[in-house]
């Protein structure tokens, strides 16, 4: 009986306690106003109506378009004579890059030589076969046998200057030029004066830099979130103050063995060339749900001691402490259930000063 009793006061006393506190809360509204130093620092927002959005935030790298890029690949072995060009400059199509000298070149070279004479050879002798055709003297397969003869010395030196297309001979200099094969910006460079060049070397990329992709980590955590088509911003630490803006077009289906995330690849157009290969970037990805709810900043929303709270301006000697009720929330934004009606302003900075002082 003495332990129900003393339970009932214990009761009563928490219950008084409460109304002290709440009514205590309510004076220091009453009495508290912003002086002109506090009202300066502070940064109010209005709640309005919104679409409830998940902001999932990757990291992620800027990487040339693999679709506008080309390799130049030696199939030949040689010596590099000079360079003429730097990483990530930008070059013009059939600009000398650099020279080299080569024994497989010089070769191919001299037999481009040796057929082209061949070939005046043979188109005369298939001239003097027509005729004599015509005059009933060379017979049939002769004739044949002269017009083959020229298409297999064009379709042999056709293929040497295929070969020869790339590298291009400069007798002056005693050595065969490296052309670009597209306009663009070097994005890799392995050659430099003196080095030797075997078959099957990668010299230099060329890639075109209107568009780039960037490669954006997803984990594992974030994978429910992240899908094609979700429209996303992207920052960089070289543009702090500007927003790109772009959207996934593709999400790799296979974990990278290395780093234990999937890809996301996002196109996006590179006006001004702002965004440079190998740059670091973090992305915010944006979901939407199609409902709506008040929303305030997530910097507006105080918690403490397991609730959520934001303190509402109504004026300078107008200020209320009011308790939230989540309906979602990200690193943006927090929608609210109740608490704060649309149009009404919260303090989204120096608030928490104004929390400790109306609590008390």
Not at 46 to 61: D, N, Q, S, W
Request: net charge negative; proline share 4%; aromatic share 8%.
């Amino acid at each position: 009986m003495n332990r129900t009793k003393q339970y009932c006061w214990t009761l009563v006393l928490l219950a008084l306690s409460c109304g002290q506190r709440e009514q205590l809360i309510e004076e220091k509204r009453d009495g508290f106003c912003l002086n002109d130093n506090l009202r300066r620092e502070l940064v109010i927002d209005t709640a309005y109506e919104r679409e409830v959005t998940r902001h999932i935030a990757l990291t992620g790298e800027v990487s040339y378009n693999p679709d506008k890029v080309v390799q130049f690949v030696s199939w030949v072995e040689g010596i590099a004579v000079q360079t003429h060009f730097s990483l990530g400059e930008y070059v013009k199509k059939g600009q000398v890059l650099a020279t080299m000298k080569s024994p497989e070149l010089n070769l191919l070279a001299a037999d481009a030589k040796r057929i082209e004479a061949e070939l005046k050879a043979a188109r005369r002798d298939l001239e003097r076969t027509t005729g004599l055709h015509s005059d009933h003297i060379a017979s049939e397969i002769e004739l044949v046998q002269a017009q083959s003869a020229i298409e297999m010395l064009e379709a042999e030196l056709a293929g040497i200057r295929s070969n020869l297309a790339l590298f291009h001979p400069n007798p002056a200099q005693g050595v065969f030029e490296l052309r670009s094969p597209a306009s663009g910006y070097i994005v890799a460079k392995n050659i430099n004066p003196g080095m030797p060049i075997n078959d099957g070397d990668n010299l230099f990329t060329v890639s075109g830099l209107a568009d780039v992709w960037v490669m954006a980590n997803v984990h594992a955590t974030d994978m429910q979130f992240v899908e094609e088509g979700l429209t996303v911003e992207i920052r960089t630490l070289g543009y702090p103050g500007e927003v790109f803006q772009g959207r996934i077009s593709a999400l790799s289906q296979v974990f990278d063995s290395e780093e234990r995330v999937l890809k996301a690849r996002i196109v996006i157009p590179n006006e001004g060339r702002k965004l440079k290969p190998g740059m670091p970037a973090d992305i915010t990805v944006e979901r939407r749900s199609g409902t709506t709810a008040v929303a305030i900043p997530a910097d507006a929303v105080i918690f403490d001691d397991n609730q959520y709270f934001a303190v509402v301006y109504g004026g300078d000697c107008d200020l209320q402490l009011r308790r939230l009720s989540l309906a979602a929330r990200d690193n943006q934004w927090y929608f609210l259930n109740e608490g704060i009606n649309p149009g009404e302003r919260v303090v989204s900075r120096n608030h928490l000063l104004i929390y400790e002082r109306i609590k008390g």
